[in-house]
């Protein structure tokens, strides 16, 4: 087997009995792993504050709704499921049967797969008899069922919808938040921790789910450099002693304050830093392991955000990166982009979309933060508002993404001018 650095070659014997010379604790960087407290860093005031939405829950009574929102890698999810997490050991050391349920909107998108993951997480079929298969029945049927389970084991259990932003519509939150009063539990209490990357996402609900929710809101600020030093220094166990050069995490953290505060970023560059320098079968990692690991971060964060978009989307966030290659400009109109866009849907031998409906597939690709969009009033009379739309990452990041996709190789430069 060939290693990456061109140094030699191991067999994959030889590759599995090799000791890891960089991790000792790997799953500390990890972003689903729930720290012990004492790691979480900066989010004291938060804690407490989630902490007291649902603090009614471990004795068995109704907690509040609470909508959190913040920028991605604040530490919402990590401090919802720590909160979750440590209420319910208390609820159950203390005699109150305390359900949780995690549910990634991002993956459960729809109100009927939601619905579906809330009832297979919180159910035991051994005990409650019941089955949810993941397919074959209708929304309301899953729905009687997860009520069924509700109150044959639980007194209480909070569920967390991350990624609200995400889940097409919004009924489901009517339905959780208005069981109890609407007869469809009757042993059992519910609440919901929302969680947003989107401060506006609460203007997309309508009166009667606003009405029935009643909840608390919070705002997660970005980590600052300081903070997400200690967040790596906390976790800097997470690699076996002396391998880290003293300027590793200094710059990772600088990095990600630069991605506004994103720890999950610093987390993600401090692990790839490490697997590169274990690749290279090196003994330490050093700030060009940091350099390498922020190159590797930006391509897999955009490549996993445009895994599965169709080609036309495709061409449209090409045309803005060739747009933006070229220019000294970095926002660009919606008749500028559409000019280039349909040079490529030529080149490709592809329909070319109207210009509003080119519109239509950015606005969606804004929503999925993988473009950005000005909005800018026109003085005088009738002259609207221009949409200018720019990137959130680096052309050669989207154009090496692209790369994987065939149909991408052989534009060139020419199509701008």
């Known amino acids: 087997m060939d290693d990456d650095t061109g140094t030699g070659t191991r067999t994959l014997d030889e590759f599995w009995a090799s000791e890891n010379p960089i991790f000792a604790r790997k799953e500390l960087l990890d972003i689903d792993y729930i720290p012990e407290e004492e790691r979480i860093i900066g989010r004291d005031t938060e804690i407490e504050r989630v902490a007291s939405s649902i603090h009614p829950a471990v004795e068995g009574d109704s907690p509040r709704n609470t909508l959190i929102y913040g920028k991605t890698g604040t530490g919402k999810s990590l401090v919802a499921k720590h909160v979750t997490q440590s209420a319910s050991e208390f609820a159950r050391n203390n005699g109150t049967g305390m359900g949780t349920a995690y549910i990634d909107c991002t993956q459960s998108s729809t109100e009927t797969r939601a619905v579906i993951t809330i009832a297979r997480e919180l159910n035991d079929p051994e005990k409650t008899g019941i089955t949810i298969p993941v397919t074959g029945l209708s929304t309301d049927e899953y729905y009687h069922r997860l009520w069924s389970i509700l109150d044959a084991l639980y007194d209480v259990v909070i569920i967390i919808l ?227 739309y720019y990137l959130l990452e680096d052309p050669d990041v989207i154009k090496s993404v692209l790369a994987d996709d065939s149909r991408f190789n052989n534009f060139s430069d020419y199509l701008v001018t």
């Open 162 to 388: 991350d990624e609200i932003d995400k889940l097409q519509g919004s009924e489901i939150l009517m339905q959780l938040s208005r069981a109890g009063e609407a007869g469809k539990v009757n042993e059992c209490s519910v609440g919901i921790i929302a969680i947003s990357n989107k401060i506006s996402f609460k203007e997309t609900l309508d009166e009667r789910i606003l009405s029935s929710l009643q909840d608390r809101e919070f705002v997660f600020p970005p980590y600052d450099a300081n903070q997400l030093r200690n967040i790596m220094y906390n976790r800097e166990d997470a690699f076996k002693e002396g391998v880290l050069t003293e300027d590793v995490i200094p710059l990772s953290a600088a990095i990600a304050a630069q991605e506004h505060g994103d720890a999950r970023k610093a987390l993600d560059i401090l692990r790839n830093a490490g697997e590169i320098a274990r690749d290279q079968q090196m003994e330490i990692v050093t700030k060009n392991h940091v350099e390498d690991a922020r190159k590797r971060a930006d391509i897999d964060r955009f490549a996993q955000l445009l895994d599965g978009q169709p080609t036309q989307t495709k061409v449209c966030v090409y045309a803005l990166t060739l747009l933006t290659e070229q220019s000294s400009d970095d926002e660009f109109s919606t008749r500028e982009i559409h000019e280039v866009y349909s040079k490529i849907a030529a080149e490709l031998g592809i329909d070319s979309l109207s210009q509003r409906r080119m519109s239509d597939r950015l606005n969606e690709q804004v929503f999925l933060d993988i473009l950005g969009r000005t909005d800018r009033v026109g003085r005088g009379r009738g002259k609207g508002v221009t949409h200018l």
